[in-house]
């Protein structure tokens, strides 16, 4: 019986050799853009709250009261157009895509990755040689976000674990540490908090 997500595209997951590339499965991905969105959030909340402010206080008011004082829809989105509600919300929502895209793609042109990405290992590479992707590639990749994030990133992983926005800039998301390192690590810690720093040896 053929697993149900099939249909949607999705192809089952195969035992990674030993040689090669490891590329980044979809709970990490995940993972690693949780922690982006959260630094995001910490970092441009304030900004994006005082754009909204400043975009918004340019409404027409007298047309926003009368919007809200309309009996039928039709009348209230007239109103509400009139003030100019829709395109200061559409120009607020572009300026705050844009700066988005000047911190992930400023992140990915100096580091090749992002800070969750990092954070697991994970570094993006083209799909056809694995090396550094060219600077417009970052640029296309953050494009092919929007219309991929209706699909929620999922549809085309295959075995290569490629998005839709993979595709379209010609990407891969592949691990940069070797297979169990994470767990070297916490074994290594694990020995540090209970002999002390001597102990920190290197851990087979």
């Not at 959030?41 to 994006?48: G, P, S, Y």
């Not at 090396?131 to 075995?159: M, Q, V």
Request: glycine share 6%; with cysteine.
């Amino acid at each position: 019986m053929k697993p149900i997500w099939l249909p949607f595209g999705l192809k089952p997951k195969e035992p990674l050799a030993d040689e090669g590339p490891r590329y980044a499965d979809l709970y990490e991905r995940g993972m690693a853009a949780a922690v982006d969105i959260t630094l995001l959030f910490m970092l441009l909340e304030k900004l994006f709250n005082y754009l909204t402010t400043r975009f918004y206080q340019q409404a027409d008011t007298e047309q926003l009261v009368e919007a809200g004082q309309a009996i039928s829809t039709a009348t209230a989105l007239e109103h509400a157009w009139a003030a100019g509600l829709p395109q200061l919300w559409m120009l607020n929502a572009l300026l705050q895509v844009v700066i988005l895209g000047a911190f992930v793609v400023g992140c990915q042109l100096v580091w090749n990755t992002t800070p969750g990405k990092w954070l697991l290992g994970l570094s993006i590479r083209r799909s056809k040689d694995l090396e550094l992707p060219e600077r417009w590639r970052y640029i296309l990749r953050f494009i092919a976000y929007i219309p991929c994030a209706f699909l929620f990133f999922l549809i085309s992983f295959n075995k290569k674990r490629r998005g839709f926005h993979d595709r379209i800039a010609g990407t891969v998301v592949i691990h940069t540490r070797p297979k169990g390192w994470y767990w070297v690590q916490v074994k290594r810690g694990y020995r540090r908090l209970r002999h002390g720093p001597a102990s920190a040896t290197p851990v087979e």
